[in-house]
């Protein structure tokens, strides 16, 4: 069906509150943007819990560290969802990795593709020993005076049926379902998938069950050669492990322990 609007989504959610309300905009300048605006608006913001934007196209659509997002439009799922926690600000990783278990799950559902996780927040394919960029995570977060997570947009982007010429090029090599699996994906079902799994994922953690040890086992990262770069600084180790908050705990040739809240991480060959 691949009709991701409202009138053709809604009826198929099953999904108790994520997607409710649901908003289909062909184009639009970022799905994350649209949201964190709304959230602004204390007089909308408790009944936003759990909307979804979904695009078509994005013409200022980014990732992590500013990166622009490229897709041509019709061939990847892009969207936001937005979410109120009410949890410890140092907890935020947890939404990352929710929608990263999700996402992994929901393709894995619907196609032969094995997925993989980067940290912090990407999704992936390995392709003959070389893992190869399908998607990501995009979590902006407001902090409240209590230091607490008042709301957070999280947005993914998956590139779905892109073909092998439209893939942008970039540093980790980047691919798309179509042209790991061979064949093209519904997007409409894997939205549905996808957000199934990210209402179980979510409501997983709210009851304390932490998403931690699920997300690590999916990590490609972990047993690595990396560098992890943060701002002019670069630091180069083994990643053994994550903490109970997801943060990256890597080991340098000293054999000191850094602990890494944030950073552009790239595997060593």
Do not use: C
Request: hydrophobic share 45%; charged share 15%.
């Amino acid at each position: 069906m691949d009709d991701l609007t409202k009138t053709a989504v809604l009826p198929q959610l099953k999904t108790k509150w994520i997607g409710r309300p649901y908003a289909y905009i062909e184009t639009i300048t970022s799905t994350n943007d649209l949201l964190k605006q709304r959230a602004a608006k204390a007089s909308d913001a408790e009944q936003l819990h759990g909307a979804v934007v979904v695009t078509d196209y994005q013409s200022q659509g980014r990732g992590r560290l500013g990166r622009r997002w490229q897709a041509l439009p019709g061939t990847a799922l892009l969207l936001s969802l937005l979410l109120r926690p009410d949890w410890p600000a140092a907890q935020s990783l947890w939404l990352t990795m929710i929608a990263g278990l999700a996402a992994a799950e929901a393709i894995e559902a619907l196609t032969v593709v094995p997925i993989s996780l980067k940290w912090p927040n990407d999704v992936g394919i390995d392709i003959d020993g070389i893992w190869h960029k399908v998607g990501g995570v995009l979590v902006e977060g407001s902090v409240g005076a209590n230091g607490r997570l008042q709301s957070a947009v999280v947005g993914m982007g998956l590139n779905v049926n892109m073909t092998a010429a439209q893939l942008p090029a970039g540093i980790t090599p980047v691919t798309s379902l179509l042209v790991a699996g061979g064949e093209m994906v519904d997007r409409q079902a894997l939205l549905l998938a996808f957000l199934a799994r990210m209402e179980h994922w979510y409501e997983t953690a709210v009851v304390g069950k932490s998403p931690v040890a699920a997300w690590q086992k999916r990590l490609i990262t972990i047993g690595r050669e990396v560098q992890v770069s943060q701002g002019d600084e670069v630091l180069g180790g083994t990643a053994v492990g994550v903490d109970q908050w997801g943060q990256l705990r890597l080991q340098t040739a000293d054999s000191t322990i850094h602990t890494i809240t944030a950073g552009d991480v790239t595997l060593r060959a």
